[in-house]
DNA sequence: CGGGCCGTTGAGCGGGCTCAAGACATGTGG
DNA sequence: CCACATGTCTTGAGCCCGCTCAACGGCCCG
């Protein structure tokens, strides 16, 4: 079962959880069907019904909103191993949508089979819960980020954010890794527009703080976009759950 | 047991999914402490160890963090039926502080409890994790208004959720309830400074759409006030849980 | 009667937006 | 191989929404 597509989301909920090998043979267990989708393309759709939960095997996603007449908020950027609509297992209807950012194969899971996997498995019923309970956290992070700090900030705090996720997820270090975003995403995240997305990065880079190429991120200078960002992990709860 | 203080919380809970008596019964014997707290009050604080969970039994509360240089972000406002920081339960430490905005009587239920009873119960393991989905998609909502809408809209969308909210938790309707939020506070909530909320709460009444005094609301035109605030209910999921 | 807290009002400023155009890279079809 | 379309990044100029700073009035409570 070691090959199971599945095996980057369990190692991320260990990451926060222990999981005894019952409740995790029974995760890997769960069936699924993997599928691959090209950048643009969605997984999920706002206001629609979703049978099926998905487990991110490798690229990134976005989860967003639509508001008003087009206005458009990016609401969590997901990377390999994070778990996407946990909340299609209990909630009849989604309330965003979920799209690929770049090459994505995603493996989805009937949401009757996770169901019946929260009712006979505590232990992983904790697990998603614990990783429902992160994402959580993170999203009130987002919220107080748009809402209180000035763009320069967001956007540094962004940046801090990812890095640190894809380190902990081994998809790269904190100061140097792949962010399939393009500016006008970046300002969809941050609630900015694209060109002042654009300028604050310039003057980020001009600084020697942080440079992206080719939707690349290089960090050269990490304790100060932490400073400029007003970062501080505590929020993504790195030391995971109690006993 | 039906004169437990966990009432409102249960029956929060059961609008959501349906309960089981073994699973229900076992919620409403959780132990547990009443505790009453005066208006800016705080029932647990942000970067500290939370060994409890919360049900609000009467008055208001918010979920709120600091930002920077002492900006504050209010992140939820909590009425009676409310659970309040289920996280508590499995993760180490808080990252966001809960405070009274009225009077308020809460009721503190161990951590371990919670734990045991997530392990024992697997309908009432449901119902809690169907809660926390709820006020994640609530926190979404959140992230899109302050990042999307205008003032005006940010406002006017508060305005309806805490109506729709109120009424289906049967502690007012929809166009008249107490808010007992300054118009700091309501800015806090929103992004904005309280001198611009003054004046969009001032535009708002001068054209008949809603009005406050003395911290109630009346809402004298609801078709106009959820067309200002571009407000769908959807995203608070009110059909519940599916089978 | 004094001191907070809250709501209100005015005047001026500025961060981020809007609109518009151009550069560059990629891909596509003829 | 070129013509063309598309998407992204970049730059400039002007404007406006919401902020800042400051003062005042009403109310409650000691």
Redesign the pocket.
Known sequence: VTGSALLPFVTKLERHVAIGSFDREAILALPHRVEQFN??SYLFREDSTADSVCALVSGFACAHKIVGLGARQILAVYMAGDGIGLENAFLELTDHSIQALSLVHAAFIPAEAVRSLFASHPGAARALWVETLIDAAIQREWTANIGQ??????IAHVLCEIGIRQEAAGLGVRNHYELP???????DAT????????????GL?SEGIVQ?E??VVTVTDWDELTKEGDFLVNYLHPAGAAA
Chains 1, 2 share one sequence.
């Open positions: 950048p643009g700090r000035s763009a320069r900030a967001r975003l393009t500016q006008e995403q970046l300002g609630g900015l527009t694209a060109v002042h997305v654009n300028r604050v990065l310039q880079r992206r080719n939707r």
